[in-house]
Structure formats: structure tokens, C-alpha cells
């Protein structure tokens, strides 16, 4: 791990000003996913911003009828709150799906929309990788490709983003909330914040130098059966070949995002029309433009068979 100084932020607006005032800054909070990239010398920041002292640690329902869930809520907290189990079981479901439950006592709601990627060419240095050395090439399109992305690929980058919460957050459409150095306030839909890769894979959020997360948005409930079903390897402590967030209402419409898929929580809505069709149209619709490779291309049935399974288990 290379050397890096240390602050401990006293509000909001210093933390975004000091991460601007430093080059190689970075927030921490949980620290989950950051420690072990820098002990990788994969992330390597020059200054550390502490931002656990915020305040940002509160779930409070809103005038209008949703729920404002601090970036420091810790995920274990979060899954476990009685409004969220009740209102938003689909977020409760996802995140007690993730991690561990020590990893989950120390995570936070933003730093889960900000992990990185865990593609095992990012890991290794030794290999070229774009979103670790932009213009250094993807050793996983012509390399090992099970775990990677079948749609909203490129020719840059077939990762993945490997976040449970961050499918039920584009399921529900919750809403980022940010503060930038100047002090003004911003709300990003949640499916405009998280990027595809493009010829930039290395740019993963619509965040901007210094601008951090204070908390996240849901809308009020919109009732349904809420599932979340994922598909791994092992039964536990493993990242999503495939998963499934869903809320299907009584006359089978609803909303379903995927998981483990492509570079950002996948969502595409006109599959929600198909839905009350069946698993066949639906997974059609998601999966419309996949470019698989043949190490990955059964992503594209489990998908099917995945949903088929959420829309039978809706249907009791």
C-alpha cells in the first residue's frame, strides 16, 4: 500500500472542497471495497477524506410519502429497518443477499453504488485493463469471460457491476442526492447514475470531481410481491452470475431489473410491459441487444429461467 495522508472531514461542503483541493483524493467511509484496492496498489490515492462524521447516517420518511436513506447508512441497518422491510422488501431482500454480515455492519448506502468492479483482469495487475489503465486494452474479451457482461458492452470493457442494493435502487427508481464543492445540491435518477462503458470505461459515475453522495431517494411504495433472487456459484458470499429484482402487481405487470449482466444495474422498460406476458417476452425485451460471448452466452437463458422463477413465485 503506498503512503497517503489523512483527514477527518468536519461537514459536507469541506469534505467535496477538500477532495478537490487534493488530486489524489478519495471519500471513505466503510472502506470495504477502497482498503483492498489499495493494498492492491489498484487505487491509489494520495489523501484520505473521512467522511463518517457527517450526520449521514439517518432514514427518514419524506413529505412525500418515500423514504431518504442516508449515504452512511450501513447496509445492515438499512435491510434491517421495519419501513423497508415493510414498504421496500425487494431493497431489504438484495442486500441481505450481498456480502457477509460483518462486510454489511462497515458498508454504506453510497459506498455500494460506488464499488468497482471485481473482473479478475481488473484485480491483476499484470494484465491490461481499461478501466484500470484506460487505452491498455480488455484482457477479458479475448481472455476469461463467464462472469462478464452479455449487453451494454464495448469493444473497451465487458465488466460487470457487481452490486446487489444497486438492482433493487434501479427496480424501485430511487433517486442519488449529491453536493459539489460550490455547495449546491443536485438529484441524479438512478438509472442515469451508474455509466456504460463505452470508449471510457475508467468513467463510472455521473459524479463529478469532489461531488459526494449524502443520501439516497425512494418514491413511496408502490406495493406488488417484492423478490429478489439470485444466482451464483455458492450459496453464499458470492457475486451474482445472474439476479433478479422484481415487483409484480396482482394483474402480473410490474418492474424487473438484472444483475450480474452488464456494466450498470439493467433495466430496460419496456420488458416491464412485457412482463404479464411471460418470462420469454420479458427476458426478450432485456436482453434484445446482448452481445455474449461463448464462455457467457447461458446468461442469456438463465435470465429467462431466472425471471420464469420470480414471475411463478409472485404468482404463489
Not at 431518504?68 to 419501513?83: F, K, P, Q, S, W
Not at 468492479?117 to 480488455?138: E, L
Not at 418514491?219 to 415487483?247: C, E, M, N, Q
Request: proline share 4%; with cysteine.
Amino acid at each position: 500500500m503506498k503512503a497517503f495522508t489523512y483527514e477527518k472531514a468536519s461537514s459536507i461542503e469541506a469534505a467535496a472542497k477538500a477532495n478537490v483541493a487534493n488530486a489524489g483524493a478519495k471519500f471513505i467511509a466503510g472502506g470495504t471495497n477502497l482498503l483492498d484496492l489499495m493494498k492492491l496498489e489498484i487505487e491509489t490515492p494520495t489523501h484520505l477524506i473521512d467522511v463518517n462524521g457527517l450526520g449521514l447516517d439517518k432514514i427518514e420518511k419524506t413529505s412525500e410519502g418515500g423514504l431518504r436513506i442516508g449515504a452512511l447508512v450501513r447496509n445492515t441497518d438499512l435491510a434491517a429497518h421495519a419501513t423497508v422491510r415493510r414498504d421496500y422488501g425487494l431493497l431489504s431482500r438484495a442486500l441481505l443477499a450481498g456480502a457477509s454480515g460483518q462486510l454489511r455492519n462497515k458498508a454504506t448506502t453510497g459506498g455500494n453504488l460506488l464499488q468497482r468492479t471485481r473482473c479478475p483482469y481488473f484485480y491483476d495487475t499484470a494484465q491490461p485493463c481499461n478501466k484500470r489503465v484506460p487505452g491498455s486494452g480488455c484482457s477479458a474479451i479475448r481472455g476469461f469471460s463467464r462472469q462478464h457482461a452479455v449487453v451494454g458492452v464495448s469493444d473497451a470493457c465487458i465488466a460487470t457491476h457487481p452490486s446487489d442494493m444497486a438492482i433493487a435502487m434501479r427496480a424501485l427508481d430511487a433517486v442519488v442526492e449529491t453536493v459539489k464543492p460550490d455547495g449546491s445540491r443536485r438529484s441524479i435518477q438512478i438509472a442515469d447514475f451508474h455509466r456504460l462503458p463505452g470508449d471510457t470505461p475508467e468513467i463510472e459515475t455521473a459524479l463529478e470531481k469532489g461531488e459526494i453522495i449524502v443520501s439516497v431517494l425512494l418514491p413511496p411504495p408502490i406495493g406488488g410481491t417484492h423478490i429478489y433472487r439470485k444466482v451464483r456459484d455458492r450459496a453464499s458470499y458470492a457475486f451474482a452470475l445472474v439476479s433478479v429484482g422484481a415487483v409484480i402487481q396482482p394483474d402480473g405487470t410490474g418492474r424487473v431489473a438484472v444483475g450480474g449482466i452488464a456494466h450498470k444495474p439493467w433495466r430496460v422498460e419496456a420488458a416491464d410491459t412485457e412482463l404479464s406476458k411471460g418470462a420469454k417476452a420479458a427476458a426478450g425485451a432485456l436482453l434484445a441487444d446482448a452481445r455474449p460471448t461463448e464462455q457467457n452466452k447461458f446468461k442469456v437463458d438463465l435470465v429467462e429461467r431466472t425471471l420464469g422463477a420470480v414471475i411463478v413465485e409472485a404468482r404463489g
